[in-house]
């Protein structure tokens, strides 16, 4: 049943969206030429396995930026900031839903190194398909904000932050209804 809303929805929401998915291309296309509009990153996905996530480019091409993102970061474009403070830069996802590679809702897809650290019961996350949100997403929606706040953002992610979303995530795992997915849907969609 998931499965047939995600991709029924992914289906839906690119035909509606097609014109706005233009239309952000167009202007990264002019804003930031010097690269590719779309940023592609291999992600672990459900059972361990590798696959690429699509989302907009929203930074510069020539960094040395670590696997997280803080907010005000010189690497991140003015209009990169723009898409990533609505979420625009994820649309791309509906592309990964749709072939079923994530979810509307599930934990947030790790880069490879991350995943690594899930020991013994942690592992169990990775039965789930990774989401476009979930509920650490929502918890976590000012992430990058909250890591500015940081003297040691690395270490304050690593040690607070993503524990809790491993905590979050189980708990996710261990009591998931459709009915709850649409609720956290609807949740991220107003705010």
Known sequence: MKRLFDFSSALFGLLLLWPLLLVI??????????????????????????????????????????????????????????????KLDELPELWNVLIGEMSFVGPRPDVPGYADKLQ????????????????????????????????????YNDEVIYPDKVRINLEYLDNRTLRGDLNIILRTLIK
């Open 25 to 86: 291309a167009i202007i990264i296309r002019i804003k930031m030429p010097d690269g590719p509009v779309l940023f592609r990153q291999k992600r672990v996905g459900q059972h361990g396995q590798l696959f690429t996530l699509v989302k907009f480019r929203t930074m510069s091409m020539h960094h040395n930026g670590s696997s997280i993102s803080i907010a005000g970061e010189s690497r991140i474009t003015p209009i990169g900031a723009f898409l990533r403070k609505y």
């Open 120 to 155: 013994g019961e942690e592992r169990r996350i990775l039965e789930l398909k990774p989401g476009i949100t979930g509920p650490a997403t929502l918890k976590y929606r000012n992430e990058e904000e909250l890591l500015a706040a940081q003297p040691d953002p690395q270490r």
